[in-house]
């Protein structure tokens, strides 16, 4: 069983910054992959969108986050990060960390709201 613990989130307006953090249980380079999900309102949770970085740091993105966001990880702390920048209204959300173990596991959600 793995852990996840999430911290971050809260509310900006368009073009601020925030920050998401994910603590892991367990060593996160014996982890596939680690990633960001996240469900927007009215829909459900979007498993064509995430935002990920491989056990061997391969990182990926959506198309929609390219430039803006940022996956991070800190190998001594088993932690990683999503450093968001230039938000945007549609970003607002609910993000889930997921360790792919397998299976997967997911955090507890941190709400994300972008809006002047």
Known sequence: QVQLVESGGGSVQ?????????AVSRNIL????MNWYR???????????????????TRMYDDSVKGR????????????YLQMDNLKPE???VYYCNANVPPSHWGQGLQVT???
């Open 91 to 93: 970003d607002t959300g």
């Open 69 to 80: 966001f940022t996956i991070s990880r800190d190998t001594a702390k088993d932690t990683i």
């Open 39 to 57: 469900q927007t309102p009215g829909r459900g949770r979007e498993r064509d969108w995430f935002v990920g970085i491989t056990a061997r740091g």
């Open 114 to 116: 972008v809006s002047s």
């Open 30 to 33: 014996s982890i596939n992959d």
């Open 14 to 22: 368009p073009g601020g910054s925030l920050r998401l953090s994910c």
